[in-house]
């Protein structure tokens, strides 16, 4: 059993392989993104830090938006 890989075998990674799998997770993202900042914005009076809600959305990757669309959006209840 082989426990160490050296750079000769990153020669026969095949990156493209990859792409199907990675490409969704990337788009399911970006559109999480897209909707939440969208949200924060249209609603910007009546949410509280939208600052704080911004950096999150957009340096979360997938789980800043869902963190968003999940709590952020009860802020404007309350107020």
Avoid: C, Q
Avoid at 3 to 28: A, R, T, W, Y
């Amino acid at each position: 059993m082989r426990l160490h890989f050296g750079i000769n075998d990153l020669k026969d990674f095949d990156l493209m392989s990859f792409l199907p799998i990675v490409l969704p997770v990337i788009l399911v993202g970006f559109t999480l993104a897209l909707i939440a900042l969208i949200d924060l914005y249209r609603n910007k009076k009546r949410r509280k830090n939208v600052l704080m809600w911004t950096l999150l959305i957009i340096l979360g990757n997938t789980l800043g938006p869902i963190l968003y669309l999940v709590i952020g959006r009860k802020d404007s209840e309350r107020v």
